[in-house]
C-alpha cells in the first residue's frame, strides 16, 4: 500500500512510501521502500511549506499508483505546526477518499531511538530498555513520556504524556533506573536531562517511524485517531468579550 506521512511536530517532513499491510513476517523492522523524502528544519513556516513539499511528494512516483492512506503525527507539539500537519492531512483524506492515522510524536521518537539502539548494541538490548522522551514545548519545557519497544515497529508508553521542565524530566529519568535511555530533541535543547548519558534520536517526530507504528497497530485493529494532542492553551489566545456594564 502506498502511503503519505506527514511530520509538523517542529519542523517539517513528509514521507511517500510503498509498504506491505499486516504484521511483519520474521519480527524484524518493517522495511519500507521510500519513494519521496523531504524535511526541513524551519518551525515556523509549516504552512508554507506544507503545499509545495506535497505537490513534491506526490509528483514523485511514475508509476501511476493510487495513494491508498496518510499518517499524521499528532503531538504533543506547539500548536500552529501540529495543526498544519494535521489540517493537511484531513483535507488529503477527504479529497481521496483514503483513511487518515494519528500517530503520538513522542511514540515515534521513542520508535527511532530504539532502532538506533537495536543498530548498536542488538536488539534484544533495545527490546529490553526503557526510554525517556523529552521533546521541545517552548517555553523551558519539554514534552515527556517513557516507553518501551512493542516488536520491532511499536511502542508501549508507560506513562501518559506530559509537560514538565527539563528539571523534572532529569528527576524522572533516574527515577527510571541506571539503564534507561534518554532520546529527544529536548535532551540535546537542555543537556541537564540527559546529564551524561548519551542522546539517542535528538528529533520532535519521525515520518518514516509513524508509518511502521501505524502500520503495526492498524494491524491488531486499533483505530488511529487524528485529534492532537496540544497539552497546553495556544501561545496565542482570542481576548475573552468585554462584560456589559452592570445596570447602576
Not at 118 to 123: I, L, P, S, T, Y
Amino acid at each position: 500500500m502506498r502511503i503519505l506521512s506527514i511530520d509538523s511536530s517542529l519542523g517539517t517532513q513528509l514521507l511517500l512510501c510503498d509498504a506491505e499491510p499486516g504484521v511483519s513476517a520474521d519480527g524484524a523492522p518493517r522495511p519500507l521502500e521510500v519513494l519521496s523524502s523531504q524535511a526541513l528544519q524551519d518551525s515556523r513556516r509549516h504552512a508554507e511549506s506544507l503545499g509545495p513539499m506535497l505537490a513534491t511528494a506526490l509528483a514523485a512516483p511514475s508509476d501511476g499508483a493510487p495513494l491508498d492512506a496518510v499518517v499524521a503525527a499528532t503531538g504533543p507539539a506547539p500548536f500552529t505546526g501540529l495543526r498544519a500537519g494535521l489540517v493537511t492531512a484531513r483535507a488529503l483524506s477527504r479529497a481521496r477518499s483514503i483513511p487518515a492515522h494519528g500517530v503520538p510524536s513522542l511514540d515515534a521518537v521513542a520508535r527511532l531511538a530504539l532502532d538506533e539502539l537495536a543498530a548498536e548494541r542488538g536488539r534484544e538490548v533495545a527490546d529490553a530498555v526503557t526510554v525517556l522522551v523529552a521533546t521541545d514545548a517552548r517555553r523551558k519545557e519539554v514534552y515527556c513520556a517513557a516507553y518501551r519497544a512493542r516488536g520491532a515497529d511499536d511502542v508501549e508508553a508507560l506513562s501518559a504524556p506530559a509537560v514538565t521542565t527539563p528539571l523534572a524530566a532529569a528527576e524522572r529519568l533516574v527515577g527510571l533506573g541506571p539503564d534507561a535511555v534518554p532520546a529527544g530533541s529536548g535532551c540535546v535543547l537542555y543537556p541537564e536531562i540527559a546529564d551524561g548519558r548519551p542522546v539517542l534520536a535528538p528529533a520532535s517526530g519521525s515520518a518514516e517511524a509513524q508509518v511502521r507504528i501505524a502500520l503495526a497497530r492498524l494491524a491488531r485493529g486499533e483505530e488511529l485517531a487524528t485529534e492532537p494532542l496540544y497539552l497546553r492553551l495556544a501561545d496565542v489566545q482570542m481576548p475573552a468579550g468585554r462584560k456589559r456594564a452592570l445596570a447602576g
